[in-house]
Nanobody, 125 residues
Framework: QVEIIQSGGGLVQPGGSLKLYCTPS????????VGWFRQAPGKEREFVAS????????RYANSVKGRFFVSKYIAVNAVLLQMNALEPEDTGVYYC??????????????????WGQGTQVTVSS
């Protein structure tokens, strides 16, 4: 069982940056894959990025490549999602999840077992 705690997010103007943190309570992510997903009002939850804790391998959705970066933030035992050059289309509730997806399902929400509470990201002028 993994309890996931999220922090960060908020309101930012277009072109700005935000950080999201994802931490497993009382343990490390070990061999889990950590996935970031987002959901805008009226839309389905979509994949943003993934990070494998033990080998730091990453994958990104085409819509965020070159703008979003996911990494290990060891000081606080967290996975960090650094979001740059934010656009209004990036607005939504962002979720962190952990699980053991295979390569073909790494972008599928159902492949993840544990989910954070979600955090709002709003990009608006």
């Amino acid at each position: 069982q993994v309890e996931i705690i999220q922090s960060g997010g908020g309101l930012v103007q277009p072109g700005g940056s935000l950080k999201l943190y994802c931490t497993p309570s009382g343990r490390t992510f070990g061999t889990y894959v950590v996935g970031w997903f987002r959901q805008a009002p009226g839309k389905e939850r979509e994949f943003v990025a993934s990070f494998r804790w033990n080998d730091r391998s990453t994958r990104y959705a085409n819509s965020v490549k070159g703008r979003f970066f996911v990494s290990k933030y060891i000081a606080v035992n967290a996975v960090l999602l650094q979001m740059n050059a934010l656009e209004p289309e990036d607005t939504g509730v962002y979720y962190c999840a952990a699980g053991s997806p295979v390569a073909s399902t790494i972008q599928t929400p159902g492949a993840y077992d544990y989910w954070g509470q979600g955090t709002q990201v709003t990009v608006s002028s």
